[in-house]
């Protein structure tokens, strides 16, 4: 009786774009109660720069997400910016399933309405 040799399965691999990191953090954000919107534009230019309000560091499969965020006046901004880092986690993961480190989240202005 002859044996087999066993082929190693190929590994398969699938790349996350950081743009779609960017947008699904973004819609994260804007979705917290007392966010009034993100600390600059994200546009094609700002993702270019690397000077927009979301960056994203990849450590091997690991995302490491930095934003900025305008709160509402009246918001406490410490409630706001934790609420941010656990939506942008919680969604970035299960939309995309990278792994998420931190997230770093810096108040940069309040909006008086």
Do not use: C, H, Y
Not at 3 to 11: C, D, F, Q, S
Not at 24 to 40: I, N, P
Not at 61 to 82: L, P, R
Not at 99 to 109: F, H, I, K, S
């Amino acid at each position: 009786m002859e044996v087999e040799e066993m082929k190693p399965a190929a590994a398969s691999r699938l790349k996350i774009s950081d743009d779609v990191i960017i947008t699904v953090a973004k819609l994260a954000a804007l979705d917290v109660k007392g966010v009034a919107s993100l600390g600059g534009e994200v546009g094609k230019m700002s993702k270019l720069r690397k000077n927009g309000p979301i960056k994203i560091s990849m450590m091997g499969d690991v995302a490491a997400i930095d934003m900025n965020i305008v709160i509402k006046s009246g918001e406490k901004a410490f409630n706001v910016a934790q609420e941010v880092q656990t939506a942008v986690k919680e969604n970035v993961q299960n939309m995309t399933g990278v792994p998420v480190a931190r997230v770093n989240v810096t108040v940069g202005g309040v909006v008086f309405e």
